[in-house]
C-alpha cells in the first residue's frame, strides 16, 4: 500500500464510529429514549413547515428528518446533536428549485454530500471557528426575515409571485387586499403568539406540536375553507427516474455545482456552529469538528436518494434534545425512528394539517432566531464589526445567503487587514540598553539610524512600510532589524527588496539583522537581499551591524559612553518614525 493510500484509509479510519460512542446510551437508556421522543414532537411540525418551504412538499421534509436524521447520529462529531431540515438552507433552496425544478434540488443535496465527505477528509472542519461572529449574526437575522417573508403567501391563503421573497410577499399582500378570507391570518398568528408565550411560560411543553394539532381539529371540525398539505403516501419515496440526469450531462453538472457548494458550505457552518452550542449547553462533551462534517456529508448523500433536501445540524432541536435529558446519541436516532413510524403510519392524519398552522410554525421560529443582546452587543463594539453584521443583513434579504456571506467575509478581512497593517510599526531605537536618546544622538551623529519593525510585514502593511522607509534623510548606513517581524509574505519581503535597492541607489548601505528562520526561506526564495549575505552585511544580532556599520565609517566599533544623568530613567520609550 503507497503512503497516500495508507494516509487516505488513516483518514477514513478516523471518522467512522466506534463502540466508545455507545457507551454513554448503555449507561441511561431510558433517559435517551425519552428525549428523542420529546425531539421528534417537535421536530414534526419543523420538518413539515421546512419541507413545504423548500418548495419540495411536507413529504420531503419528513423524509430529511428520517433519514439524514439517523445517519447524522451515527455518523456525525456530537453525541448531542440532531440533525434534519433547517430554514437556513430552505431560503437557499428556494432559488435552486426555481432554476432546476425539484429534481436539481435531489442533485444539489448529493454534491454538497460529497463535497461535505472530500472537506472532513481534508480536515477543514476546525477552521469553522474563523468566520466573523458579525457576519454570523448578520446572516442569522437576515434568514429569519426571509423565511417569515416567505411565510406570507401561506399565512394569508393567497398565491404571491416574484423572483425575491420580498417581492412575492408583497404581492401576496396585494392579493389579500382585494378581498381573501381572514382564516388563514389568524390561524397563523394564533399558532405563532401561543408558541412564543408557551415558551416563556413553559419551554419544555412541545407548544408547536400541540398548535399545529388543535389548528388541524379545529379546521376538520368547523369545516374551515383554508389550505392543506395533501395527501402524503405512506412510506419514504424514491428518487424520480431522471434524478440521476445531471451527473449524467457535464452542462447540467458544472451549472449545478455552485449552488452545491453553497449548500455545502452552509452545511458546514450551520452544523459547526449547533455542535459547538451543544458543547456549551452539556458537561463535558467535545464534539470532532472533521468526524461531524463526515456525518452530514453521509447524510446529505443519503437524504436525496429517499427524496428528502440536503439537511444540517438544527439548533432548536439540539437545545430540546440537550434540555430534554439526553446523554448519547441514542436520542437522536430514537427521534428520527419515532419519525419514520409517523410517516408509515400516520400519513394520511398529516395531510389534513393546514399550511397556514405550518406558516404560524415558522413565523414563531424566526423570531426565537434572532438574538437581539447578540446583535445589540455587536452594534456596541466597533464601527467595523457593526458594518459588516448590518451589510451581511441587508444581503441576504435582497439577495442572497451565499452572496451575504461571500460579501461579509470579505469586507470582514479587509478591515482586519486594514487593522493589522495600522498596528505595524516601524521604530528607530538602539539595541543597547541605557540612556536611548543619547544612543539615538551618537548613531545620528555617525550617521547610522536602526530601525526595529514589530508585527507582520505582509501586503496590507507593505505599502506603508515602502513609504515611511522612502523617507529617510542624511543617513549613510541604514540597519533594518527583523527580529521582531511576526510574518512575511512575498509581497512583504518584495517590499523589502524595493527599499533596499531604492535606499542603496541613494549611496546609502543597508545592513540586516536579527533574520528569523523561517522568514529566510520566504527572502531566499523571492532572492532579496542576496548581495547583502555575499557582501557580508547580514549578521545574527543588531550589536554586530552597529559594530560593522561604524567599522565600515571608520569609526570606533564601541565608542566611550557618556556618564547617565542623575534623574534619568534607563528605559526611554522608542522614538516612532
Do not use: K
Not at 328 to 357: C, D, E, K, Q, W
Not at 469 to 479: K, N, P
Not at 543 to 558: F, K
Amino acid at each position: 500500500m503507497s503512503g497516500a493510500a495508507r494516509l487516505l484509509y488513516g483518514r477514513i479510519a478516523a471518522l467512522l464510529p466506534s463502540p466508545a460512542d455507545w457507551r454513554a446510551a448503555r449507561r441511561s437508556p431510558g433517559r435517551d429514549l425519552l428525549a428523542g421522543l420529546t425531539v421528534a414532537v417537535v421536530a414534526l411540525p419543523l420538518a413539515l413547515a421546512f419541507g413545504v418551504g423548500s418548495g419540495l412538499g411536507a413529504q420531503a421534509g419528513l423524509a430529511t428528518a428520517v433519514v439524514a436524521g439517523a445517519i447524522a447520529a451515527v455518523f456525525g462529531g456530537s453525541n448531542l446533536q440532531v440533525s434534519g431540515p433547517t430554514g437556513a438552507m430552505t431560503v437557499v433552496l428556494v432559488p435552486i428549485v426555481h432554476t432546476h425544478g425539484p429534481g436539481g434540488v435531489l442533485a444539489v443535496g448529493l454534491l454538497a454530500g460529497i463535497v461535505l465527505v472530500l472537506l472532513a477528509l481534508a480536515r477543514v472542519g476546525r477552521y469553522a471557528r474563523f468566520m466573523p461572529i458579525p457576519v454570523i449574526e448578520g446572516f442569522t437575522a437576515g434568514i429569519a426575515v426571509v423565511i417569515a417573508l416567505q411565510q406570507v403567501p401561506a399565512a394569508l391563503g393567497v398565491p404571491g409571485e416574484g423572483e425575491r421573497v420580498w417581492q412575492a410577499a408583497g404581492d401576496a399582500v396585494l392579493n389579500f387586499a382585494r378581498g381573501a378570507s381572514p382564516v388563514p391570518i389568524v390561524m397563523a398568528l394564533a399558532v405563532a403568539g401561543i408558541m412564543l408565550l408557551g415558551a416563556r411560560w413553559r419551554s419544555a411543553v412541545p407548544f408547536s406540536f400541540l398548535t399545529v394539532v388543535a389548528a388541524t381539529v379545529v379546521a376538520e371540525v368547523a369545516g374551515l375553507d383554508v389550505a392543506r398539505i395533501g395527501a402524503l403516501p405512506a412510506g419514504l419515496p424514491a428518487p424520480s427516474a431522471g434524478f440521476l440526469d445531471p451527473f449524467l450531462d457535464l452542462g447540467a453538472l458544472s451549472s449545478l455545482l455552485p449552488a452545491a457548494l453553497a449548500v455545502a458550505a452552509l452545511g458546514a457552518l450551520e452544523s459547526l456552529l449547533c455542535a459547538s452550542v451543544a458543547d456549551g449547553m452539556s458537561v463535558g462533551e467535545r464534539h470532532d469538528p472533521d468526524r461531524e462534517l463526515f456525518g452530514q456529508g453521509l447524510a446529505n448523500i443519503a437524504s436525496p436518494i429517499f427524496g428528502g433536501i440536503p439537511a444540517t445540524a438544527a439548533i432548536a432541536r439540539t437545545a430540546v434534545n440537550v434540555r430534554s435529558g439526553a446523554r448519547s446519541r441514542l436520542a437522536a436516532l430514537t427521534h428520527a425512528v419515532v419519525l419514520a413510524a409517523i410517516v408509515f403510519s400516520m400519513s394520511g392524519l398529516v395531510g389534513r394539517i393546514p399550511l397556514a398552522a405550518l406558516a404560524g410554525v415558522l413565523l414563531a421560529t424566526t423570531v426565537r432566531m434572532v438574538e437581539v443582546g447578540s446583535l445589540r452587543a455587536i452594534a456596541r463594539s466597533t464601527r467595523g464589526d457593526a458594518a459588516v453584521m448590518i451589510l451581511t443583513f441587508v444581503v441576504t434579504v435582497v439577495f442572497d445567503l451565499v452572496t451575504a456571506v461571500a460579501v461579509g467575509v470579505g469586507v470582514a478581512i479587509v478591515l482586519a487587514l486594514r487593522a493589522v497593517a495600522r498596528s505595524v510599526q516601524v521604530e528607530q531605537v538602539p539595541l543597547e540598553t541605557g540612556d536611548h536618546r543619547d544612543e539615538e544622538r551618537r548613531l545620528l551623529a555617525e550617521h547610522i539610524v536602526a530601525y526595529r519593525f514589530d508585527g507582520p510585514l505582509f501586503f496590507g502593511a507593505a505599502h506603508r512600510f515602502l513609504l515611511e522607509l522612502s523617507e529617510v534623510a542624511d543617513v549613510r548606513v541604514v540597519i533594518l532589524r527583523m527580529s521582531r517581524v511576526s510574518t512575511i509574505d512575498a509581497t512583504g519581503a518584495g517590499v523589502l527588496g524595493d527599499v533596499i535597492t531604492r535606499l542603496e541607489d541613494r549611496g546609502i548601505t543597508v545592513l540586516l539583522s536579527g533574520i528569523r528562520p523561517g522568514h529566510d526561506e520566504v527572502l531566499d526564495g523571492l532572492g532579496v537581499a542576496d548581495h547583502l549575505r555575499r557582501d557580508g552585511l547580514v549578521f545574527p544580532d543588531t550589536p554586530a551591524a552597529i559594530a560593522h556599520a561604524r567599522t565600515l565609517l571608520g569609526l570606533p566599533s564601541e565608542p566611550p559612553r557618556p556618564p547617565a544623568r542623575a534623574g534619568r530613567h534607563p528605559e526611554v520609550p522608542a522614538q516612532t518614525v
